[in-house]
């Protein structure tokens, strides 16, 4: 299971940082990804962690503004978004991905189904 956190309303250029708590005995064992989804848009995944914190896979869109990271002590998934601009608004899900990072496949069989996300809105 896997709850968000940490969205919020936020004005362009400001930054936020997303939380994504997860749970199981062997949590700290798999790769996760960040996905978003824009009002009447399709959902999209960037980046994804591997169990090793091995960063994988920023697509254009948020390489070099958004940071993945992983606390496997916490059990718990962050997102570190700066310089946010209108088009980053969407509610922001984490879901576990396999080994390869395939965002298509998420969230991976046999671990659930979407959470509810976090809101998140940037204001021009």
């Known amino acids: 299971q896997r709850v968000e956190a940490g969205g919020g309303v936020v004005q362009h250029g400001a930054s936020l940082k997303l939380t994504c708590a997860v749970s199981?005995?062997?949590?700290?064992?798999?790769?996760y990804g960040w996905f978003r989804q824009a009002a009447g848009s399709a959902r999209e995944g960037s980046p994804c962690?591997?169990?090793?914190?091995?960063?994988?896979g920023y697509d254009d869109a948020v390489k070099g503004l958004f940071t993945i990271s992983r606390d496997n002590r916490k059990n718990f998934l962050y997102l570190q978004m700066n310089s946010l601009k209108p088009e980053d608004t969407a509610v922001y899900y984490c879901?576990?991905?396999?080994?390869?990072?395939?965002?298509?496949?998420?969230?991976?069989?046999?671990?659930?189904?979407w959470g509810q996300g976090t809101q998140v809105t940037v204001s021009s």
């Open positions: 199981g005995f062997a949590a700290r064992f798999y790769t």
């Open positions: 879901a576990v991905l396999d080994d390869k990072c395939d965002y298509a496949l998420a969230p991976r069989p046999g671990f659930g189904s």
């Open positions: 962690i591997a169990s090793t914190g091995e960063h994988i």
